[in-house]
């Protein structure tokens, strides 16, 4: 696939006539952002012809940043020390590109490196921009949209909470007030006072800043490093009459502890994800292995959040057990174990949370945090990055919404993606990158039910 990049430039906000110039500011990041990758995340969504001009993209482009200032702002340090997004209005990224072919024939829909050439690039050198993103229009009248974002700035419900700002400002309909973003991620989250902190969170969000590694000496990440052309992604699609078979064997015998009402379709099929990727990469008994799993904090704290917080409020819930527990025991005791460890994020864990990283302690202690963007390969560990309940697939710019949506290529050894399958018929596409050999197991196990 040839993309030809016809222009590269910068959009800054459109303000309403008549309203009073911005002022600059340095917005903190709050406590979630801060604690989260620090590293620019990449999906991408494809559009059926017709298609609006990009003129009307990049006018609505600059309409939503109005809303949405710290998409055009700037990361820095500042004058009180702390990390925070300079809201200046310089403004995101926009990249006019073109493919001489189809889409049909040109865009491979499943993970390959292909489709990093589909938005702006996210690997090297750091850029200045929080939001880039590509238009690339296809022979055929189609369009694909990659859409950049940097992580410290949101999460992905904000992200997609964005994005439907953006397809209503280019179809010019005025968003109701619900959906206004709201920004206090400076104050929103203050320490009770006095401070509560029930939970370890030194082991879970926050670990010990690493030791400089000597010449010539290596550690676990280099090997990682190393070995990552040998890590492989697969997209596993599975069906809504096969996640209707788990869950059912998820919730019998009549012993399964939470017999009687069962286990959700996302706590079934992480589950079963868990002991095949483990089973299929031949972990020994008496080693543990733990997934991390992202977890929204917007309904669990309390009083709940707005749906339309703009920012990061996301901790994650570490389920753990022997491999070979894991792997013998029934489905129901692993979906139990991810239940369980959800569940305990609740209000008390985010207050905690909270708590102990306004406390000083991580500046003195000098910890950093455990979502690590250099850690290649997770394995005998997991990680699990669900976008089930986000509506990605709302995004409409007056043309009708995306038939396809998908994350970038993202060959992290473990990390695994679940997304709400275009089909739209309730099945669940899962992008799996693991070590070949390993991945060829999965492969052949992914589809058994036990």
Known sequence: MKVKIQSSRIVKPLYDAGAPPPATE??????????????????????????????ALELGLARALASYREYAGRLGVAPDGRRSILLNDAGARFVDASVDAPLAVSVPFRPSPEVKRLHPCIDGAPVDELLQVQVTRFSCGSMVLGYASHHSVTDGQATATFLAAWGLATRRATPPPRTLPVHDRSTRFSPRDPPLVRFP???????????????????????????????????????????????????????????????????TLVAHLWRAVTAARGIAAGETTKVRISVNGRSRMRPPAPRDYFGNLVLWAFPRCDAGELVSRPLHHAAE?????????????????????????????????????????????????????????????????????????????????????????GSIDVYVPLFENHLEEFKKICYNIA
């Not at 809504?240 to 919730?251: G, I, M, T, Y």
């Not at 509506?391 to 695994?416: A, Q």
């Open 337 to 425: 174990l991810i239940h369980r460890a959800v569940a305990g994020v609740d209000d008390g864990y985010f207050q905690s949370f909270v708590d102990f990283a306004s406390s000083g302690a991580v500046e003195a202690e000098g910890l950093v945090p455990t979502a690590d963007t250099n850690k290649v390969v997770l394995c005998p560990d997991m990680e699990l990055d669900s976008w089930l309940g986000i509506n990605f697939y709302d995004l409409d710019f007056g043309c009708g919404c995306p038939f396809y949506f998908m994350p970038s290529y993202l060959p992290m050894e473990g990390t695994l993606f679940l997304v709400p399958s275009f089909l739209g018929d």
């Open 201 to 267: 969170h030194r082991d879970t969000e926050y670990k010990p800043a690493p030791t400089r590694v000597a010449a010539g000496d290596s550690d676990g990440d280099d090997v990682g490093a190393a070995a990552h052309d040998k890590i492989k992604v697969h997209k596993a699609h599975f069906t809504a009459d096969f996640v209707s078979r788990l869950k059912a064997v998820s919730s019998s015998p009549p012993t399964t502890p939470r017999r009687g009402r069962g286990y959700t379709t996302f706590e």
């Open 26 to 55: 340095w917005v903190p990041l709050s406590v979630f952002d801060t604690v989260t990758y620090d590293e620019n995340i990449a999906v991408i969504y494809a559009f059926r012809p017709p298609n609006p001009p990009t003129a």
